[in-house]
């Protein structure tokens, strides 16, 4: 059996992972604590739910079922959670993924794709952003992650640890066709809250326009789901073909400020979004866009869905259905 440990795969981009790596014949283990993560997404494969600060639980699931790699996206993710709780992000990210890495060594799983994040260089000196960029993440969330590669980078220098770390820019979109995308509670992410702005009418609020940008308001470098879980997909399988031992940025490689994202919002809801400037959130930096070089060497891959407004439309056709849902 083709068993793929997914880790957070019960939440938003790791119930797309399943789907696809369901799709090519795997049978992906999702291990999650549904802390953040949906049960109903699960549906790909077997759910396990645990956590991964409890070595007890991984000991458990690793006797259970001989995993052929780990897709490890189980994490908090929220940058002002972690400026103000620090705590839990190094608890959660760091602790459980050393516990998750140490089962690996002693149950010979050697292969990993890691999820990590753009947080971890802070804010950039030059962009596009390159994987040999210095990294000094402002925020304990990108900390958390930077802490994590270091971790996968030095156990691979003295065990078999075969690894590739993906450092994700804005992730948006979805598969509604498979009914999967983004169902956050609370939702903090700009796309999804716009939208539901345009569709509630209510005012969107921005988190400050005084930022070193064209527009003053941040920059953001958008992928979508699909083009996200492919990359998986195909760094997974060069881990079970070659020696890879590689970080890679994952972005669709163009920048949009938030104000821009606004306007597309407004074109394709064909709604009205009012918006209110407030004061900046805690831990942004001005501009994150990445150059995507490196996967397209590496892995071979491009963008096929990251058009900005093919997002950001994939975003709102699930977020109606989504809506529906949740009301009925
Ligand atoms: N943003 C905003 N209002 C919101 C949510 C986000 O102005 O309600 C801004 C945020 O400050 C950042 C950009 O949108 O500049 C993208 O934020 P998001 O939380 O989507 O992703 P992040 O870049 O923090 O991972």
Not at 52 to 69: A, I, R, T
Request: proline content about 4%.
């Amino acid at each position: 059996m083709k068993y793929v440990l997914v880790t957070g795969g019960a939440g938003y981009i790791g119930s797309y992972i399943c789907k696809l790596f369901y799709d090519k014949g795997y049978i992906p283990v999702t291990f999650d604590n549904l802390s953040l993560g949906n049960k109903w997404s699960v549906k790909w494969g077997p759910l396990e739910v645990g956590e991964l600060c409890s070595e007890n639980d991984l000991q458990k699931l690793f006797e259970k079922y001989n995993f052929m790699g780990v897709i490890h996206l189980a994490a908090l993710s929220n940058v002002s959670e972690s400026v103000n709780n620090p705590s839990i992000y190094y608890k959660n990210n760091v602790i459980g993924s050393y516990n998750l890495i140490e089962k690996m060594i002693k149950f010979n799983v050697k292969n990993i794709v890691f999820s990590s994040t753009a947080a971890v260089y802070g804010n950039p000196i030059h962009s596009p952003i390159c994987e040999n960029h210095p990294t000094q993440p402002i925020n304990p969330y990108g900390d958390s992650k930077l802490t994590i590669e270091k971790l996968i980078c030095n156990y691979s220098k003295c065990h078999e640890l075969n690894f590739v770390i993906l450092r994700y820019f804005n992730v948006s979109g979805s598969d509604f066709s498979n009914n999967l995308g983004e169902a956050h509670l609370p939702e903090t992410h700009l796309i999804p809250l716009a939208l539901e702005a345009a569709h509630q009418n209510t005012i969107f609020k921005i988190y400050g326009d005084n930022y070193q940008t064209t527009d003053g308001t941040c920059i953001r470098d958008y992928i979508h789901v699909k083009d996200l879980g492919n990359v998986h997909l195909l760094s997974f399988e060069k881990l079970n073909s070659s020696k890879v031992n590689q970080i890679i940025n994952v972005g669709g490689g163009k920048g949009y400020t938030v104000y821009e994202i606004i306007k597309y919002v407004k074109k394709i809801t064909n709604l009205d979004l009012k918006t209110d400037v407030i004061k900046r959130r805690k831990g942004d930096p001005d501009i994150l866009v990445s150059d995507i070089s490196m996967s397209k060497n590496i892995l071979s891959w491009e963008p096929e869905y990251s058009d900005v407004e093919q997002v950001i439309s994939d975003s709102w056709e699930w977020y109606k259905y989504y809506k529906t849902l949740s009301q009925s």
